[in-house]
């Protein structure tokens, strides 16, 4: 009798459940074997992975879903504006195709007509007689690179001082960054431009690594109080800042070196000047603090390579604190200027007196400041690193370094729990599960020195005011290849600083620039293992009074008298054993 009722019990034989067991590992072993020999061919597709979307807890979520919708939408206009343009072109080559076959007909028939003549007239045809006379096109004029360089360039030793530079310069360029404009400039040195009456231009160099936004309210902002410009150095005087690019980026391709913005501005605004104080030489001074770009400011106007300029790799061989060790004076003519000249005078970077601390954290403070505004050296090898990443995370907007660095959210100005989630996304764990905060300091200042941590600065809030029409007019040569904020968020990690303060340190005024002295080599070969450990003076830019007073204590410090002399060495008495020959004595 058949069974009627379900079977319930989902218990089944040993012997079953292990042919079931067997068949399993058999086609997994197959499964295995075929991935392989499908990877070996090269037919295995990985999947992508899925998007996890954005947290709900994430900041700003609602304005990135924005951007991102106005991105799709800007997308597809883009996509129709492309179809539309296909399609006119494929108009008019087809109006083009018919005018063509059009013209071929016509010329069919004239050269029938021809043939027909000559016939009728006994003469033979050559083939060539159809063919009209066409007027030789004229070469057009090549354009003369005078405006962008100087002839007739020479080289001369400049004043000893900067005070020297200053009494005899009839201009004064003050070279400041475009990320922080207003840290750069001297309080000192500019007070002093202005007792001895003389014309002073803030010069915005390095416009190319700031949203464009940033440029036109610094540039208003500046131009209240002075004569401001923006300019980009030619790309062959741009230093390199990776070792990997160095030797091999340079070798594939030359560098054009005119290709600077804001040449013509400077040149006009030089000619007006000579026109005015009736002069036929003008003598400019660039002044600024190291690393930023004075003599490739100069480079760039004359067009070609003068003037030594900052580069990484060789910086960290240098034993002063700058790249100009002195003064020096290029004498070049003025672009359209008939016979006037003008004399720039390159000068070291700017000195500073030493300042009296109440506390450590004031000391460290500054230091990280000097530091970071130069950004001379490997910074990243620092034997602390706390201080300077510390002073990064004051001024810097928490959602832009989070956005940057793909962190979770972290108390504003809070290092430590800002270096925590840069390790645990790099790996930066020690033993005992310590992470490693000096490692996570040491890739943000890395980061910062190579220019791939791109950061900003806004003027502060001030009363209505703009840049005007014939300003924006004369400024747009470097304004119109600058990206916005939005446009660089998307390729680079782009932090938002607070803006630094006009120094308001004394400069050294009279001190002597001296040329580096060239020490023999075996002085730099023993100092390799120091090479980890940046030079305090070189990256703080703190005054280099310091290191002189130091020399000066040692100069006076008193003789050391020489170490006794040693002892003779005494000779060890050697200790015999007779055990073993008294042994073989016996045997013997």
Sequence with gaps: MPRIRKKTSKRIGTHRRERIKHKVNEHRKKAKKQAKKDKVAGKVQKKSKKDPGIPNAFP????????????????????????????????????????????????????????????????????????????????????????????????????????????????SMCVVDARDPEAGVSEALLAIANEKG?????????????????????????????????????????????PCDH??????????????????????WLRRFAKEKKRDELVVAFTGVTNSGKSAIINSLLGTSVLPVYDSLSSEAAKLPYTTTVAQEVVASIPGGGSSKVRFIDTPGLEFEREDFLDNSERLASRAKDILLRSRGRIERLKDPMFAVTHVISRAETQDLMLAYNLPAFPKGDTTAFLAGIARVNGLVKTARVLDHAGAARIVLRDWNSGNLVRYTMPPATSAGGVSASSMDEDGEVLEGLRTRRELRKEVKLVKLTPGKVDSRGGLLDETWEVEDEESEDSGDNNEDGDDDVDDESESGESAAEAKEDEDDEDEAPELLPPPPCPPATKRKRTVSFAGLAGKRRRG
């Excluded at 109006?95 to 007239?121: F, L, P, R, W, Y």
């Excluded at 159809?130 to 001369?156: G, H, M, R």
């Excluded at 030797?247 to 006009?268: F, H, N, R, T």
């Design 60 to 171: 700003y979520k609602d304005e990135i879903l924005a951007e991102i919708e106005q991105q799709r939408r800007e997308a597809a206009i883009e996509k129709q504006r492309r179809k539309a343009e296909k399609r006119a072109a494929k108009a008019a080559a087809k109006n083009v195709d018919e005018t063509q076959s059009q013209v071929s007909e016509q010329a069919e028939g004239e050269v029938e007509e021809n043939i027909e003549k000559a016939e009728n007239d006994g003469c033979g045809f050559d083939g060539v007689t159809s063919i009209k006379k066409q007027p030789i096109p004229t070469p057009l004029p090549k354009k003369s690179n005078d405006e962008v360089k100087a002839p007739n360039v020479s080289v001369y030793p400049g004043p000893s001082t900067l005070r020297d530079v200053l009494d005899k310069a009839d201009v």
């Design 198 to 242: 003389k014309a002073v231009v803030v010069l915005v160099n390095k416009a190319d690594t700031v949203p464009r936004e940033s440029l036109v309210e610094w540039l208003s902002y500046l131009r209240k109080t002075y004569t401001a410009m923006p300019f980009r150095v030619s790309s062959a005087f741009l230093p390199v800042t990776s």
């Design 247 to 268: 030797p091999a980026k340079k070798a594939k391709a030359v560098q054009p070196a005119d290709d600077a913005k804001g040449v013509k501005l400077i040149w006009a």
